[in-house]
């Protein structure tokens, strides 16, 4: 795969970082959306992903600085100690949509007493609501700074990735899996280092952790059927349609985060994991269909279509039935479909091997 060129910051992004309102921040979200989507055919497919997450990361680092402000002239005062504001999910892999949702969190310094910790703790849902409102919906499953879960003291993180990694049942399993997608995103630099090294020596304390992952990753959403035809949604407003994101993204992104893990390998970029793995195992005709298909797969999560609603960006995330009727649109699911068949079952077998070795 040839390297990504370096993306240049276009002019109008640089517009982000003199906005000093939620409103003037909104504004230049969608001026930045709307140049990007004029963008769109210009570019190469990663190179304008990045791009895309690029603008995500100005907003992020600009809504953090007005939160500030604004709690510092509401009388909350200044921040009582050090913070990260850190990314996870789709934005913590650099993979994210104009339309996706938020998925961050907190670390916090440990120098903070308990006295102070109510700052935060309005700070997260200050600053949750403020990105909401510049066009990042709330994470349905609330992995946002604004919950506690998600908002921790540095040792007090150390500690939950310590328990999650011990308890291995499905949910500490499954925040682990989660956790493993944080991204630096603004503020104090170091507690990120200082997390993200505390995550590694815990995957190596742990060998076994890849094996929990797997078995948390072994199952996923049917895509093909026995016939090898497309499974479409059966009922609802999307009924005949196709889901992009659990129906091909998500799976290959939960095999190719299992496969990095399971050898070690700390990264963020589901594309960087794919690199690594593939430098590790050589050659590989699997791992090379995977990573063709994980491109395909990005490239029609992007294409979904996409409304407009108050400025903003929208989209169900589904292909629909009348898409799905172009014999190309078939054909190139149906392969790409196919990897993620051949990858899960890979997998499975994997997961069968290693409860029979540790029953």
Known sequence: MKPLKSV?????????????????????????????FEMRSDMELREWIASVNRMHDLIGQRAAAICEQDMWEAGYGRPPARYAFVAFGSSGRQEATLWSDQDNGLILGDELGEEDLPFFREFGLRLSDLLEYTGYPKCSGKVMCSEPLWSKRLED??????????????????????????????????????????????????????????????????????????????????????????????????????????RGIIETSTLKRMERVMLLEGGNLLLESVQRAFLTALRLRNDTPYRIENGLITSSGYIPQEQLKSKTMQYELRDTLGVVRRVHRSLQREHRFAERRNP
């Not at 399993?173 to 993200?196: C, P, Q, V």
Request: hydrophobic residues 40%; negative net charge.
């Open 8 to 36: 240049n910051l276009f002019p109008v992004f640089s517009e982000i970082q003199k906005a000093v309102s939620a409103q003037q921040l909104r504004d230049e979200r969608i001026a930045c959306q709307n140049h990007l």
């Open 157 to 262: 993180w150390k500690n939950q990735i310590s328990d999650w990694c011990s308890d291995q049942q499905w949910e500490p399993i499954r925040n682990f899996i989660i956790a493993s997608d944080l991204r630096h995103i603004s503020g104090a630099g170091e507690l990120t280092e200082a997390w993200t090294e505390h995550f590694r020596s815990s995957v190596e304390q742990h060998p076994d952790i890849g094996n929990a992952v797997l078995r948390n990753t072994v199952k996923h959403k049917a895509t093909l059927n026995v016939m090898g035809r497309i499974v479409t949604e059966r009922f609802g407003e999307h009924a005949g349609d196709f889901d992009v994101k659990y129906g091909v993204y998500i799976p290959l992104v939960n095999s190719i985060r299992t496969m990095a893990l399971q």
